[in-house]
């Protein structure tokens, strides 16, 4: 069964440094991944996601992921941290083993702090 | 271009009580994922509606139902409420039958007391 993995229940890091909020993925065929993020009492915001080609995904406010097949990680990164960058992560990887529905399978998530 | 669209923000039952959820998909959508987002957790997947049929379910209960109407918008209904029922509920839209990114609406938190 397809599942994702965010060891880290939060992210400290200080504003202008780089970030690295860390995900795992174990799927049974190809994998499907995306990121969220989510903001005090808001939904879910997309983010980014891996389907197929380059291993370096680039996506919104500045954000990108890399996938490492050998690893089985997409970890979301961004060279220059933000305070409004602070809110709750999520990794999702796209269940595929029954009926190709999109159905997404999320990780506990990862809450970033970027301190000023 | 409206997103993704629910009502209400939020609602307060009690234990044994029925509750409707609405969601209005983006424009262009014509598939509705509903998730349950307990406190602390990842969303977790309840069922999709698609064609105005619920084409996948995930691990809920029968008192969890739902309906998607002829414009694409969707209802989640849930009977005999429980304490455990508490949760922000996030209807998700995306094309092509699903396969795609989902995009969220801000979600309904549901208090159950």
């Known amino acids: 069964a397809q599942s994702v993995a965010q060891p880290e229940d939060q992210v400290n890091v200080a504003e202008g440094n780089p970030l690295t909020v860390k995900c795992t993925y174990s799927?049974?065929?190809?994998?499907?991944l995306f990121w969220y993020v989510q903001y005090p009492n808001r939904g879910l915001q997309f983010l980014l996601k891996y389907i197929t080609g380059d291993n370096l995904v680039k996506g919104s406010y500045g954000f990108e992921a890399e996938f490492n097949k050998s690893q089985t990680s997409f970890h979301l990164k961004k060279p220059s941290a933000l305070v409004s960058d602070s809110a709750l992560y999520f990794c999702a990887v796209r269940d595929d083993g029954s009926g190709n529905t999109g159905k997404l399978i999320f990780g506990q998530g990862t809450t970033l702090q970027v301190k000023p | 271009d409206a997103g993704v669209t629910q009502s209400p923000t939020h609602l307060i039952k009690t234990r044994g009580q029925q509750v409707t959820l609405r969601c209005s998909p983006k424009?262009?959508?014509?598939?509705v994922s509903w998730y349950q987002q307990a406190l602390g957790q990842g969303p977790q997947f309840i069922f999709q509606?698609?064609?105005?049929?619920?084409?996948q379910r995930g691990n809920f209960p029968d008192r969890f139902s739902g309906h998607q109407f002829p414009n694409y918008s969707s209802e989640l209904n849930v009977n005999a409420l429980l304490l455990g029922d508490s949760a922000l509920y996030l209807c998700?839209?995306?094309?092509?039958?699903?396969?795609?990114?989902?995009?969220f609406g801000p979600g309904t938190r549901l208090t159950v007391l």
């Open positions: 998700a839209s995306s094309e092509t039958g699903g396969v795609d990114e989902q995009f």
């Open positions: 424009s262009g959508h014509d598939t």
């Open positions: 799927v049974s065929g190809n994998p499907y």
């Open positions: 509606y698609y064609e105005e049929e619920e084409r």
